[in-house]
């Protein structure tokens, strides 16, 4: 699912409460909420308080490089 600008919330609810993975970033959304520029920070802890809040837990940077089939730093 990909959602931008201010379909970005619920396209990111919508994956954990089917048990998927969701990333979000300032490339697809520059506002945390109506007239208030967001940042990665806050967008990324966001995302993490909702995949904690509905028992998902949020992968670290190493099972997310290995879920992506990427090599460490």
């Known amino acids: 699912?990909?959602?931008?600008?201010?379909?970005?919330?619920?396209?990111?609810?919508?994956?954990?409460?089917?048990?998927?993975?969701?990333?979000?970033?300032?490339?697809?959304?520059?506002?945390?909420?109506?007239?208030?520029?967001?940042?990665?920070?806050q967008l990324v802890a966001r995302a993490a308080r909702l995949a904690e809040e509905l028992g998902r837990p949020v992968a670290t940077p190493e099972q997310t490089r290995e879920l992506l089939g990427l090599r460490g730093r």
């Open 1 to 41: 699912m990909v959602g931008f600008g201010p379909h970005q919330l619920p396209m990111t609810t919508q994956p954990l409460l089917l048990g998927g993975h969701v990333r979000v970033g300032l490339e697809d959304n520059r506002y945390y909420e109506r007239g208030e520029l967001a940042t990665n920070e």
